[in-house]
């Protein structure tokens, strides 16, 4: 998901613009990846934070990222992901996910704000905006999405991944479904991105 090296003072922006959740509980630890879990206030779906280090720098991080077409290969149940336009700090992506039958597929359109930290620290906020493109038959419009990517260097060739979202998925989606998901969906993106990271 990605811009071009552009850098945005936004730090007020970040702040109100991170997943409005409450106490965050571990759900998963597992291969040097957690995944946590919060209820969100006036929602029916959680929201998740997955969280691992990787032996890899921020650059190839942030190639993995900025190759928007080619980063559907590690986003769990991506079916199709594309760059619809860049403007400075901020880029617009639009993703096809596929869903078990027989829930119909969703679509979403993703607004990313990206900035650089001092300590060259790479944050991408996510906000959903589902008005930018008309809805496409077949698929059900994801109505909500907040969320963020952190990168952070940690020194000796690592960095700390952390990926944090919230979606309101739009229809109807049966409980066990939501409630697999916000725990595979950060667990097997890491893992997906952490191999690929890992081979560069």
């Known amino acids: 998901m990605g811009i071009r090296g552009v850098v945005l003072c936004a730090l007020g922006l970040l702040a109100a613009s991170s997943v409005h959740a409450e106490g965050w509980e571990l759900a998963r630890d597992e291969d040097g990846i957690r995944v946590f879990l919060s209820e969100v206030p006036g929602s029916r779906y959680k929201a998740y934070r997955g969280v691992v280090t990787m032996k ?14 080619g980063s559907c290969a590690w986003i769990h149940e991506c079916e199709e992901q594309k760059l619809l336009k860049t403007e400075g700090a ?10 078990p039958w027989p829930v119909m597929h969703r679509d979403s359109v993703i607004q990313v704000t990206s900035e650089l930290g001092a300590d060259g620290s790479v944050t991408r906020l996510l906000e959903g905006v589902p008005e930018y493109l008309p809805e496409s038959t077949g698929y059900v419009r994801v109505t909500e999405v907040k969320g963020l990517w952190k990168l952070v260097p940690k020194g000796a060739g690592e960095v ?18 939501a409630n697999s998901f916000v ?8 893992k997906a991105m952490r191999q690929r990271a890992e081979k560069r």
Request: hydrophobic share 35%.
């Open 160 to 177: 700390e991944v952390t990926y944090e979202l919230h979606t309101e998925p739009g229809g109807s989606v049966p409980s066990w479904l």
């Open 183 to 190: 725990v595979d969906a950060p667990f097997n993106t890491l």
């Open 90 to 99: 901020q880029s617009w992506t639009y993703t096809r996910f596929n869903t």
């Open 56 to 69: 890899t720098d921020i650059a190839t991080l942030r190639a993995l990222q900025e190759d928007v077409a």
